[in-house]
Every structure is written in C-alpha cells, then in structure tokens.
C-alpha cells in the first residue's frame, strides 16, 4: 500500500523523536512486544511473545496495563504506526518505548532468509 506524502511526513516527524530498534533487539532485548495493529492483522499471525493493544485503544489503556518505565517495544505492519505510538506514549511520559523498524513485515522478511 502507498502511502501518502502528509502521512509519511507525519511518520517521519515521529521518527525523529523516538527510537526505531532492530526485529532482532527488539526480540532479545526484554522488553514488552506490543502489536498495535488492527484486530484482523494480529489474527492473521504475530511476533512471538507479542502482546496485541490496538493502535485504536493503546494511548487509552497503556496505563492501565503498564507503569511509565515498563519496557515497551511496538511493532506494526512496516513501521509507520509503531512509530506514532511511540512518539504518543512518550508525550504520555513513557520513558522506555522504541518502535520496532520494519514492523510485522520485516520479521517475515527475516522468518524466509
């Protein structure tokens, strides 16, 4: 799916004030693996040891599932929404979530070799 010029330049304004991370790290480095894609994605398959909050209801429920220094690593299908919700949940006063690069699609990648 293309997505369009404002949409990446709001991901991109993101991304300069998160942290993007490696599939790798972020499945090795301990924290908390949250899929915030749609409900019919996260059915179609997920990250092992994932958890699934929705991008729809993440910044809703974040503190009810987790304090501010809980260790969150979100992923979506490619990297663009993952990055939102992290910038989002910093601006909360989350103080350690990264978004994982590539998203849901690059682990795939790296699943085939």
Aim: hydrophobic share 40%; glycine share 12%.
């Amino acid at each position: 799916m293309a997505h369009s010029p404002p949409f990446v330049a709001l991901c991109e304004a993101a991304r300069a004030r998160i942290t993007e991370v490696s599939v790798t790290e972020a499945l090795t480095g301990g924290a908390v693996l949250v899929d915030v894609r749609e409900d019919h994605e996260w059915d179609l398959g997920r990250m092992p040891g994932a958890v699934h909050v929705g991008r729809g209801v993440l910044e809703r429920d974040a503190l009810s599932r987790w304090t501010l220094d809980t260790p969150l690593a979100l992923y979506c299908g490619g990297g663009y929404r993952s990055a939102l919700s992290a910038d989002s949940l910093q601006r909360m006063g989350f103080t350690a979530v990264v978004s994982v690069a590539g998203g849901y699609k690059e682990w795939t990648r790296l699943r085939q070799g």
